[in-house]
């Protein structure tokens, strides 16, 4: 069933809307490997700084231009949204005869103007490339509306954002093999981010509520920190060690549960120990900054893992990060 | 006290039967003491007595993972520690020192469990300290009946409000 406005169209634009409407999915070669590109997006947009989300979402969108083997389209990252009476303008695409086409997407809301949840602003980029889709991929000659359209925009988002299919869904955390193949320097700001995003959601928050727990068995937002500390203290000593040896073996040390219980997290004062991780991953920047790229390949053993360079441990951090900071969310939303 | 070298000429079995007593002793040392005096200072750059015992539950740990090391490994470079820093990174002072105590004697069960299954050429195994230089395991045992002795006194003089 057409929508209303189909009635309308000429003949030939008719043509264009039953072809447009025919087609319900666009399948992208390797979705995974964008993966880190959706989970940077993620982590730029809680920063709320528009030259942060602005560079993030070029890298997504030239990364599925490249993937659908299309001609790249400009972007522009913008803050609040225009609005009148018809609403809010969320994304635009304009082709102009003689330039390269354009996305245009907005990250705050008109009136409050909040930042605009992850979701949403990923819906209104995918809706934005879906435009592009149809002029570049599907060679409709112009992009309508119509339920096929939604439909593709759907298929794009549950390629890119597959954990938003399930009812349990979790924010875009990437794995540590994902983050991989993203750039070092990409993922040094991610981890120079971290501090200011815990920051972020701690503020204001009572001590009570930092110390809740939001199941027997889950830590508390505190218990994440003193987590994280610890943590970075231990993986930056792995790669200390690294550095220090040929190929040494990496020992894990007691489970993160029982660092838990044993130095008495929930004793722990949780804004001490966001000082002590600030501090702690300063100097795990300062070590891994200095680095040559021959160092960069050096490596360890690790029981469970394998062979771990020190690249790949900057990217096991970056998990790490972005799966901790998530879990600190939903302690603090008592999930 | 006896020295790291005096302990160095006593038996591997009577050096592990000193290793084995220190969570009783530590215990016995802060029994009845209410936190307030655990966590009391005696000198402000002197550790109290639950700073001492989360001490030796970190160390315990650190022991136990270089042991994983030297076993795994031939003449690993071990890296420094910052005990001080280690003190007030993982908040000692707010710590229960009776739990600390608990955790320091799961730790220490762990690493005698290693020490006592070495065979004659794996006591020769070790490791560069970055102060001390190589040392086996042999010397570490030494190292920390010493370091026992050294922190239970410690302890002991703290609970007595001296540094």
């Not at chain 1, 100097?283 to 790229?293: I, M, N």
């Not at chain 1, 441990?313 to 969310?329: E, G, I, K, T």
């Not at chain 2, 315990?60 to 076993?71: K, S």
Request: with cysteine.
């Amino acid at each position: 069933m057409p929508f209303a406005y189909y009635d309308r169209l000429t003949k030939a634009q008719k043509e264009i809307y039953r072809r447009s409407d025919g087609i319900t999915e666009v399948r992208l070669p390797r979705p995974a490997e964008l993966h880190p590109l959706v989970g940077s997006l993620d982590v730029a947009l809680r920063t709320e700084k528009r030259d942060d989300t602005q560079r993030a979402t070029e890298r997504l969108i030239r990364g599925l231009t490249d993937a659908l083997a299309i001609p790249p389209v400009k972007v522009e990252v913008l803050a609040a949204r225009p609005h009148a009476k018809w609403g809010e303008l969320h994304g635009l695409y304009t082709v102009e005869r003689g330039k390269p086409p354009t996305i245009q997407l907005w990250m705050r809301t008109a009136k409050q103007k909040r930042v605009v949840a992850f979701r949403t602003y990923m819906r209104t980029l995918l809706h934005e490339v879906g435009h592009h889709v149809d002029y570049a991929l599907l060679r409709l000659p112009d992009s309508f509306h119509t339920e096929g359209f939604y439909k593709r925009e759907s298929s794009l988002f549950y390629q890119l954002v597959p954990d938003a299919a399930r009812p349990d869904a979790k924010p875009a955390v990437t794995s540590a093999e994902d983050w991989a193949r993203v750039p070092i320097d990409e993922r040094l700001a991610r981890l120079e981010r971290t501090p200011n995003d815990l920051a972020r959601l701690m503020r204001g928050q009572s001590d009570a509520a930092l110390s809740r727990r939001p199941a027997t068995e889950a830590w508390s937002a505190k218990e994440v920190v003193c987590h994280l500390r610890d943590a970075e203290e231990h993986l930056s000593g792995w790669m200390a060690l690294i550095l220090a040896n040929d190929d040494p073996v990496l020992i894990e040390a007691g489970a993160a549960a029982r660092w838990a219980e044993d130095r008495q997290y929930a004793r722990q004062h949780a804004g001490a120990a966001w000082d002590a991780f600030g501090r702690r991953r300063d100097e795990t920047l300062t070590l891994l900054r200095a680095l040559t790229p021959r160092q960069w390949q050096w490596s360890g053993r690790h029981a469970r893992r394998g062979r771990m360079t020190v690249d790949f441990l900057l990217s096991l951090m970056a998990w790490h990060d972005d799966d901790h900071v998530a879990q600190l969310r939903r302690a603090l939303r008592g999930e | 006290m006896p020295s790291m070298e005096e302990y160095a000429k006593q038996s591997l079995s009577d050096r592990r039967n000193r290793l084995d007593r220190t969570p009783d002793e530590l215990a016995a040392a802060i029994s009845g003491q209410p936190a307030a005096t655990l966590a009391k200072r005696p000198a402000e750059k002197s550790w109290a007595a639950v700073e001492v015992v989360c001490h030796l539950r970190d160390a315990e740990e650190a022991f136990h993972a270089r042991f994983q090391m030297f076993l795994a490994m031939d003449d690993v470079q071990l890296l420094p520690a910052d005990a001080d820093r280690m003190a007030i990174d993982r908040q000692y002072l707010r710590c229960d020192a009776r739990e600390a105590v608990a955790a320091f004697g799961r730790w220490r069960a762990e690493t005698l469990q290693i020490l006592r299954k070495l065979t004659p050429e794996q006591w020769k195994r070790g490791g560069t300290h970055p102060q001390r230089g190589r040392m086996t395991f042999d010397d570490f045992l030494s190292l920390m009946c010493w370091h026992d002795d050294n922190h239970l006194d410690q302890l002991r003089r703290a609970v007595a409000g001296q540094p």
